[in-house]
T-cell receptor, first 113, second 114 residues
Framework: DAKTTQPPSMDCAEGRAANLPCNHS???????VYWYRQIHSQGPQYIIH???NNETNEMASLIITEDRKSSTLILPHATLRDTAVYYC??????????????FGQGTILTVHP | NAGVTQTPKFQVLKTGQSMTLQCAQD?????MYWYRQDPGMGLRLIYY???????DKGEVPNGYNVSRLNKREFSLRLESAAPSQTSVYFC?????????????FGPGTRLTVL
């Protein structure tokens, strides 16, 4: 699975959009970009994933650059409950990894009142 | 639909004691996983089971054994606990298949080895 690079921490004001970047310059053609988050002391929670097109669901939007070497997770209206560690993970779901997720350090997002 | 459940939620062991962490999912998922998370660190994969009847080592398998009892249940055993195994343990499951597989995590077991 390709490696990812994320900033260690970010701040955001409540009600504003939170934009979390992720670099994955060695991503291969079959690898998807997944985002999970972990709220303090809880199990990680799936947010969104994509291959090359931008994706949106009820939680967030995922913007993937045309060359697929980086992506941005967007929380459109951040709330205090969005304070968490956000993990960007790249993997090939059809490969031999059998769904294994490799978690890096992630980005600590702190949403301020 | 409870999702992924883990027992116990908390456990304190003395060095050398053994215990089994239990995990069950009710989503009819094929694959199940055990991760550990040390303070301030990301999750690391201990063992996984791609399907019922199969298990494979992950990133940090030493000191652990697993059993995929049936499709629903995947247990993690510490035969002789060591202080280095103090951690939070998470179980996860996924239906697998294509790019649409997502992992669902349990609430975790917080283990302290004295």
């Amino acid at each position: 699975d390709a490696k990812t690079t994320q900033p260690p921490s970010m701040d955001c004001a409540e009600g504003r959009a939170a934009n979390l970047p992720c670099n994955h310059s060695t991503i291969s053609g079959n690898e998807y970009v997944y985002w999970y988050r972990q709220i303090h002391s809880q199990g990680p929670q799936y947010i969104i994933h994509g291959l090359k097109n931008n994706e949106t669901n009820e939680m967030a939007s995922l913007i993937i650059t045309e060359d697929r070497k980086s992506s941005t997770l967007i929380l459109p209206h951040a709330t205090l409950r969005d304070t968490a560690v956000y993990y960007c993970i790249v993997r090939d779901p059809g490969g031999t990894s059998y769904g294994k997720l490799t978690f890096g350090q992630g980005t600590i997002l702190t949403v301020h009142p | 639909n409870a999702g992924v459940t883990q027992t116990p939620k908390f456990q304190v062991l003395k060095t050398g004691q053994s215990m089994t962490l239990q995990c069950a999912q009710d989503m009819n998922h094929n694959s199940m996983y055990w991760y550990r998370q040390d303070p301030g660190m990301g999750l690391r994969l201990i063992y996984y089971s791609a399907s019922e009847g199969t298990t494979d080592k992950g990133e940090v398998p030493n000191g652990y054994n697993v059993s995929r009892l049936n499709k629903r249940e995947f247990s993690l055993r510490l035969e002789s606990a060591a202080p280095s195994q103090t951690s939070v343990y998470f179980c996860a499951s996924t239906s697998g298949g294509g790019g649409r597989d997502t992992q669902y995590f349990g609430p975790g077991t917080r283990l302290t080895v004295l």
